[in-house]
């Protein structure tokens, strides 16, 4: 148990479907982090919140949509994915403004795009 | 070149073994973080060090800052070691973004 619980834990989803993956901290921390993994390649950070507001959007494309209603919720809505967006989406979490923290890690969404 | 760079990118062993796994960068950093991920997906921070040794169990991490070097160490491996591991660089005081390396797949046979 991590304090970091993402759900689903797989997504199968045609190109033309719309979905959620939703992720939730139990930890108190004031900044969520959307993750993706693609195979055989490192981490690459999608976005970041802060105190609910985006600070950082890592050249994502638009048809990855973010939101951050509270500081212990984050999701991303898919809409109209390409194979390719097929990966492991990990959330995690951390407790910014005092100075260098770890990160928090949820098990991820696997996804994979029909 | 990555700014991190991780070696071995995998790595056999047997149950028992001293294992080492290196990473190296060519950045400057505030921190470094050993992180492990287990075959399910889900990542676990091990360490986070901007200096000098730590240990935790069976696991060392150890910090080079003038020759921009770290190494993980792993002491009488399990198979329950089995797993990626990960190493990432803060590049400041309080950096959210990290720079992660490609991992090194670690697997111990019993």
């Known amino acids: 148990e991590t304090g970091v619980t993402q759900t689903p834990r797989h997504l199968v989803m045609g190109m033309t479907n719309k979905k959620s993956l939703k992720c939730e901290q139990h930890?108190?921390?004031?900044?969520m982090y959307w993750y993706k993994q693609s195979a055989k390649k490192p981490l690459e950070l999608m976005f970041v919140?802060?105190?609910?507001?985006?600070?950082e959007n890592n050249s994502v494309p638009s048809r990855f949509s973010p939101e951050c209603p509270n500081s212990s919720h984050l999701f991303l809505h898919l809409h109209t994915l390409q194979p390719e967006d097929s990966a492991l989406y990990l959330c995690a979490s951390s407790q910014m403004g005092q100075g260098n923290q770890p990160q928090h890690f949820g098990d991820g969404t696997r996804l994979s795009i029909l | 070149k990555n700014e991190v760079e991780q070696s071995p990118q995998n790595l056999t062993a047997q149950e028992g073994e001293f294992i080492t796994i290196n990473c190296s960068y060519s950045v400057g950093i505030s921190a470094l973080h050993w992180l492990q991920q287990h075959p399910g997906g889900g990542i676990v921070s091990l360490f986070m060090?901007?200096?000098g040794k730590k240990k935790h169990g069976r696991l060392i991490a150890t910090i080079n800052i003038q020759e921009k070097h770290s190494s993980l160490h792993i002491t009488a491996s399990h198979p329950r070691d089995s797993a990626v591991y990960i190493c990432a660089v803060s590049r400041y005081q309080g950096a959210q973004k990290l720079v992660f390396g490609q991992g090194t797949r670690l697997t111990i046979n019993p």
């Open positions: 919140y802060n105190f609910k507001e985006q600070t």
């Open positions: 060090l901007s200096s």
């Open positions: 930890l108190g921390h004031n900044a």
